[in-house]
């Protein structure tokens, strides 16, 4: 009979979920074969219950694993597309005139000239 690896298959489990999720998937391979072997009867059945949890672990950190790599790709995707159209859409120069630009040169009417004398002028009382 073989020793069970459920303490391994655990560790691989916890350790998809918080840091490297790629581990995930042999936990989830590891562990569904551990738990065949002991159905047989070819391998230790004392740590069941590590290898179901890690196994189930290594599903979640995989499934999540699976969301995170569509999520960028979709990122990716999103932001090449935007980036594309913004370059074909993007106007150099108008075409015509927009409504608020006013046609030719607008005469500013002339102010009338203030003669200043050089001394103030006192008023009568």
């Known amino acids: 009979m073989k020793p069970h690896r459920g303490t391994l298959i655990l560790v691989f489990g916890i350790v998809s979920l ?7 998937i042999a936990a989830w391979i590891m ?8 159905d047989k009867g070819a391998m230790d059945p ?9 196994r189930i672990c ?3 950190g995989t499934v999540l694993l699976v969301l995170q790599v569509l999520i960028a790709i979709g990122f990716v995707a999103f932001g090449a597309f935007f980036s594309l159209n913004a370059h074909a859409t993007q106007v150099t120069e108008p075409t015509t005139r927009p409504s608020y630009v006013t046609p030719g040169p607008v ?11 050089s001394e103030p002028t006192e008023t009568k009382k």
Do not use: F, H
């Open 107 to 117: 005469e500013m009417p002339k102010r009338e000239s203030v003669k200043q004398d």
């Open 18 to 24: 918080v840091v490297c999720a790629p581990l995930g």
């Open 58 to 60: 290594g599903i979640i």
């Open 31 to 38: 562990g569904s074969n551990d738990l065949r072997e002991m």
């Open 46 to 54: 004392a740590g069941r219950g590590n290898t179901s949890a890690g």
